[in-house]
């Protein structure tokens, strides 16, 4: 601390401070900031919740006070002295309050980032700490507590020497002309029909769900083409076909809804409901025909022949996609059997947003259609908890070995897997990157690649066999409705992106 009566000092070094360099005068890249002497208490409620106790010595508290007045003097006005030239002592007494604050908030921060660092806690989520309620006193230590969920602590499984089956198939015209089909589909006019509905025909009709004599929900005029299932939010109708079949207009139809455990409705989760159909119009669906201007519009098509091109590298995507997936599931399902740790279900609420993202980016950067990424969202949403758990355990273990193999995202790789998305959207790569970094995604994004690469070291050392690859068809008819109400802004939202186009359409490089 130094007076008035002090002689002046190079502020800009400390001969008593030890984190100096003494030939340069600098300060070294390891010791910039001296160590908190610390006592911590780490408390291991489960095996991703610590309860952190910290005491801070009065010794450090004091180094503190000093280095913000240090910083404050140039600038402190007090009255009867010039800006910067009011005594030391003056000005510590008259900003302690003041300073105090910024003191408390700094032994916070460096407190906890110190505690990290020397418990060695790989903290996956901020501190649930109450500022408020952390006391800085004029005399003695500071103590606080707070809780922290960290990545778990576990044996590394073995990953080498996996036995892996990969679906494989050589797509043939039937394929195609199948896939065709579902696309012209979505292009499709409906039209009225008068008589009875089949599988497959469309109708519009009002919803009501009752549990007992009241009524959870409902909507108007939900067009919904009839599939063996029907998929909302929060759970399912199964059946729908055979409830639906030779339905005609101004008919009901009654039948029961599956809520799933983890629906909205807490009251309701896990119960059948009541699912009341008001049929007031059957439609046919009318397929377009393959015109010069419908080829145009489809994606600049000039031929059919070219869409049909398009079409098998569609399917080829996509059975790519599923060998990723198939591989993936073997690897995570034989590396997380061990992996019996329970997970906090704040932390599976919390992370079953971002785990929809996750899954929704890949599906769509392997080509699926809106009515498929909707349907396996409503399916990730009915089993939010378990797949989040899943997921998240998959996600320790798979981080984990990326750094015990030094395994990171390079930025060109990043780059890529925009310039991918941009293409599968139609849109161009500036307004998908704008929008990554905006929503803030991009770890997301990282995430994805990193993990993929751990993937695909794990697949270098794993056997294969081939197994035949079955084409998916859709029996799901997705609803964006929670059956059961309950909703409210903490629902997982959708995770669509706007303004979405068809993914045969050739992108422009709008860069």
């Given at each position: 601390?130094?007076?008035?009566?002090?002689?002046?000092?190079?502020?800009?070094?400390?001969?008593?401070?030890?984190?100096?360099?003494?030939?340069?005068?600098?300060?070294?890249?390891?010791?910039?900031?001296?160590?908190?002497?610390?006592?911590?208490?780490?408390?291991?409620?489960?095996?991703?919740?610590?309860?952190?106790?910290?005491?801070?010595?009065?010794?450090?508290?004091?180094?503190?006070?000093?280095?913000?007045?240090?910083?404050?003097?140039?600038?402190?006005?007090?009255?009867?002295?010039?800006?910067?030239?009011?005594?030391?002592k003056l000005v510590e007494s008259r900003f302690r309050k003041q300073v105090g604050e910024q003191v408390k908030g700094q032994l916070l921060m460096d407190g906890i980032a110190q505690v990290n660092e020397d418990e060695n806690l790989s903290a996956i989520s901020e501190p649930d700490l109450d500022v408020e309620a952390v006391k800085l006193p004029d005399e003695g230590s500071m103590t606080f507590e707070y809780d922290l969920e960290v990545r778990p602590d576990f044996k590394m499984p073995k990953w080498k020497g996996l036995s892996i089956q990969r679906p494989t198939r050589e797509f043939s015209r039937e394929d195609v002309d199948s896939r065709l089909k579902d696309l012209l589909t979505r292009y499709g006019q409906l039209v009225?029909?008068?008589?009875?509905?089949?599988?497959?025909?469309?109708?519009?009709?009002?919803?009501?769900?009752?549990?007992?004599?009241?009524?959870?929900?409902?909507?108007?005029?939900?067009?919904?083409?009839?599939?063996?299932?029907?998929?909302?939010?929060?759970?399912?109708?199964?059946?729908?076909?055979?409830?639906?079949?030779?339905?005609?207009?101004?008919?009901?139809?009654?039948?029961?809804?599956?809520?799933?455990?983890?629906?909205?409705?807490?009251?309701?989760?896990?119960?059948?409901?009541?699912?009341?159909?008001?049929?007031?119009?059957?439609?046919?669906?009318?397929?377009?025909?393959?015109?010069?201007?419908?080829?145009?519009?489809?994606?600049?098509?000039?031929?059919?022949?070219?869409?049909?091109?398009?079409?098998?590298?569609?399917?080829?995507?996509?059975?790519?996609?599923?060998?990723?997936?198939?591989?993936?599931?073997?690897?995570?399902?034989?590396?997380?059997?061990?992996?019996?740790?329970?997970?906090?279900?704040?932390?599976?609420?919390?992370?079953?947003?971002?785990?929809?993202?996750?899954?929704?980016?890949?599906?769509?950067?392997?080509?699926?259609?809106?009515?498929?990424?909707?349907?396996?969202?409503?399916?990730?949403?009915?089993?939010?908890?378990?797949?989040?758990?899943?997921?998240?355990?998959?996600?320790?273990?798979?981080?984990?070995?990326?750094?015990?193999?030094?395994?990171?995202?390079?930025?060109?790789?990043?780059?890529?897997?925009?310039?991918?998305?941009?293409?599968?959207?139609?849109?161009?790569?500036?307004?998908?990157?704008?929008?990554?970094?905006?929503?803030?995604?991009?770890?997301?994004?990282?995430?994805?690649?990193?993990?993929?690469?751990?993937?695909?070291?794990?697949?270098?050392?794993?056997?294969?066999?081939?197994?035949?690859?079955?084409?998916?068809?859709?029996?799901?008819?997705?609803?964006?409705?929670?059956?059961?109400?309950?909703?409210?802004?903490?629902?997982?939202?959708?995770?669509?992106?706007?303004?979405?186009?068809?993914?045969?359409?050739?992108?422009?490089?709008?860069?």
């Amino acid at each position: 601390m130094t007076t008035p009566n002090d002689p002046p000092v190079d502020e800009t070094i400390d001969p008593e401070s030890p984190e100096q360099d003494t030939e340069t005068g600098e300060e070294t890249d390891d010791e910039k900031a001296e160590k908190l002497d610390l006592t911590v208490e780490v408390a291991q409620l489960s095996a991703c919740q610590r309860h952190v106790t910290v005491t801070v010595g009065r010794e450090d508290i004091e180094r503190y006070f000093s280095n913000q007045f240090s910083e404050l003097m140039d600038d402190a006005e007090v009255p009867g002295f010039r800006k910067g030239r009011a005594p030391r002592k003056l000005v510590e007494s008259r900003f302690r309050k003041q300073v105090g604050e910024q003191v408390k908030g700094q032994l916070l921060m460096d407190g906890i980032a110190q505690v990290n660092e020397d418990e060695n806690l790989s903290a996956i989520s901020e501190p649930d700490l109450d500022v408020e309620a952390v006391k800085l006193p004029d005399e003695g230590s500071m103590t606080f507590e707070y809780d922290l969920e960290v990545r778990p602590d576990f044996k590394m499984p073995k990953w080498k020497g996996l036995s892996i089956q990969r679906p494989t198939r050589e797509f043939s015209r039937e394929d195609v002309d199948s896939r065709l089909k579902d696309l012209l589909t979505r292009y499709g006019q409906l039209v009225p029909h008068d008589g009875p509905a089949e599988s497959g025909d469309y109708i519009t009709t009002n919803l009501t769900f009752r549990h007992g004599d009241e009524v959870i929900s409902s909507a108007e005029e939900e067009v919904i083409r009839i599939r063996p299932v029907l998929s909302f939010r929060d759970g399912r109708v199964e059946g729908f076909d055979d409830l639906m079949a030779g339905v005609k207009a101004d008919e009901t139809r009654t039948g029961e809804a599956q809520l799933t455990e983890s629906a909205p409705n807490a009251a309701l989760r896990g119960q059948t409901i009541e699912a009341v159909f008001e049929v007031l119009e059957v439609k046919k669906l009318e397929l377009p025909e393959l015109t010069p201007e419908f080829l145009d519009e489809m994606g600049g098509f000039e031929t059919e022949g070219d869409m049909r091109d398009a079409i098998a590298d569609s399917l080829q995507r996509q059975m790519e996609y599923q060998q990723q997936q198939r591989a993936r599931e073997q690897v995570t399902a034989a590396l997380i059997e061990a992996a019996d740790w329970e997970l906090p279900p704040e932390m599976l609420e919390r992370q079953s947003h971002r785990e929809l993202e996750r899954a929704v980016m890949e599906l769509r950067r392997s080509g699926f259609t809106d009515e498929e990424i909707a349907a396996h969202e409503n399916e990730l949403r009915q089993n939010s908890q378990a797949s989040t758990a899943r997921a998240l355990k998959e996600h320790f273990i798979l981080e984990r070995l990326a750094e015990d193999e030094e395994i990171d995202a390079e930025q060109e790789e990043l780059e890529a897997e925009i310039v991918l998305i941009a293409q599968q959207s139609n849109e161009s790569v500036r307004r998908v990157r704008a929008r990554l970094e905006k929503g803030g995604h991009m770890d997301v994004l990282r995430n994805q690649v990193v993990e993929r690469k751990v993937i695909d070291l794990i697949l270098k050392h794993a056997a294969f066999e081939e197994v035949p690859y079955e084409l998916e068809t859709s029996d799901t008819e997705a609803v964006d409705q929670a059956a059961g109400g309950g909703e409210d802004e903490s629902a997982i939202p959708d995770a669509k992106y706007e303004d979405e186009a068809e993914p045969l359409r050739e992108a422009e490089d709008h860069t």
